[in-house]
Structures are given as structure tokens and as C-alpha cells.
């Protein structure tokens, strides 16, 4: 059995390693290596991943146990998506993740699973397809994964990570370093304080944002209104799940 870190031991483990002096040579070292292992990554996450037909990306958190309604609801939408010819991508965790491969399995779709190594919460779930399931040590290799094999994100409820995986996505959508691609959140009330914030203190009071930003965001409650989403955008462009 692995042993467990202790958060706070950890953390300053880190900071005390952070602010050693090191030599020139030792630095060289290290940064040529992490180099190699990141450009490992992105090479072993785009052999397995352009293989995979088109993908709906569903996000959530880790600590969403099993009878919980948000579990359900994430197992049905990955459920519906294979229906429609869609395969699904989640973080290969626990929690919402767990059902969204639970979903796409039990559909008889493809099930990916991206999964990050970390020192709490995250081991890959069984529901995951043998040879779809990737491991990374870089958070910004994942994203790029995510966002690049994705035909829409579906954003139930979680926490700090879930949040980036979001953001991350609105951002690169609206300065347009990637092509325009639904962003769907699920559970109205959970997300309203949310929206609000963003509408009336980042746009109306701020100006931080342009208020048509705001379209990129959609906001449903059900698996059929989220898959729903997901099909009326591809169906403006003669698009099907074989594109």
C-alpha cells in the first residue's frame, strides 16, 4: 500500500526546495529532463488520442459519491451521448467523473480517461476503455487533451479544478485560439450565484468582459437539454458524430 503524504508536510517540503540554491548545472539538468518528460506527455496523449472518434468532455467533482443525484445525472448524460453517436472524456477519477465513464460504457460508447497523478483523490476508475486510459503529471498537458479532442464540455458541479477545466475553456474560445465549441453547464441552481457574478459584477459594473461572452455559456438541468445542446449547434454546420 502507498504511503499517504501529509498535506502540510508536503507543502513545505516544496517551499524549502523551492528556495535551495542550486547550481547552474543542476538546474540545466533538471529542466532539460522535465522538458523530455512533458514532451513525452503531449507525444504518448496524441498517439492514443487521435485515434478516438468524436468526444464530449465531462467535467465534475472528485468528491461526488455514487448516490448522490449528480452522480445519476452525469452517468445518464454520458449514457444519452453514446446514444447519439458520441464518445466521452472525463478526468478518469472519482466522483462525476467516475460516472460519466460509467455512462459512456454502459451505452456501448467510447470511454476515455484522462486521468492526473496526484497525492489525494485521484486513481483511475474502472469504467474507463483498457487502452484509452492515459496518465499525465502535468495539469497544462491534460488541458490540452481536453480542449483539443473535444466536440463540447459538460460542466456539472465541483470545485477549484473543475472551475479551471471551465475557464480555460472560455478563454481560449474567446480570444479565439480555438475554434468555437459548446460549453454546457448542468444544475441551474448550483451555478446561478456564479452566473450572476460574472453578468453583473465582471460585465455590467466592471466591463471586464463583453456581455455577448455570456452566450457561450448554456445552462440546463436535464441529460436531454444538455445533449440537446449538443446536437442543435453541430446540426447548424451538417454535422454528425462521423465528422
Known amino acids: 500500500m502507498a504511503k499517504k503524504i501529509d498535506p502540510e508536510q508536503e507543502s513545505e517540503r516544496r517551499i524549502k526546495r523551492a528556495f535551495k540554491r542550486k ?16 514532451m513525452s506527455e503531449f ?7 487521435q485515434r478516438i472518434r468524436p468526444c464530449v468532455s465531462i467535467f465534475g467533482s472528485a468528491r461526488t459519491r455514487p448516490d448522490a443525484p449528480e452522480y445519476a445525472l452525469a452517468e445518464e448524460i454520458a449514457f444519452q451521448l453514446t446514444g447519439n453517436g458520441y464518445g466521452v472524456i472525463t478526468g478518469g477519477g472519482p466522483g462525476i467523473m467516475e460516472a460519466g465513464n460509467k455512462g459512456a460504457q454502459r451505452g456501448g460508447g467510447t470511454s476515455v480517461g484522462l486521468n492526473i497523478e496526484l497525492p489525494f483523490e485521484q486513481q483511475p476508475n474502472p469504467y474507463i476503455d483498457k487502452e484509452k486510459s492515459i496518465d499525465f503529471d502535468y495539469f497544462f498537458v491534460r ?9 463540447g464540455f459538460i460542466v456539472l458541479p465541483g470545485g477549484f479544478g473543475t472551475l479551471d477545466e471551465l475557464f480555460e475553456a472560455l478563454t481560449l474560445i474567446q480570444t479565439q485560439k480555438i475554434g468555437r465549441f459548446p460549453i454546457i453547464l448542468v444544475g441551474k441552481k448550483y451555478w446561478q450565484g456564479l452566473l450572476d457574478w460574472i453578468k453583473h459584477t465582471m460585465g455590467e459594473r466592471y466591463a471586464y468582459i463583453n456581455m455577448t461572452d455570456m452566450e457561450l455559456i448554456n445552462v440546463v438541468d436535464t441529460p436531454a437539454e444538455a445533449v440537446g445542446v449538443i446536437n442543435t449547434f453541430y446540426s447548424k454546420y451538417m454535422l454528425k458524430p462521423n465528422f
Open 43 to 49: 507525444v504518448e496523449g496524441f498517439e492514443a488520442m
Open 143 to 151: 488541458k490540452v487533451m481536453f480542449t483539443k479532442y473535444s466536440q
Open 23 to 38: 547550481g547552474w548545472s543542476e538546474v540545466k539538468a533538471n529542466d532539460s529532463w522535465a522538458i523530455f518528460k512533458i
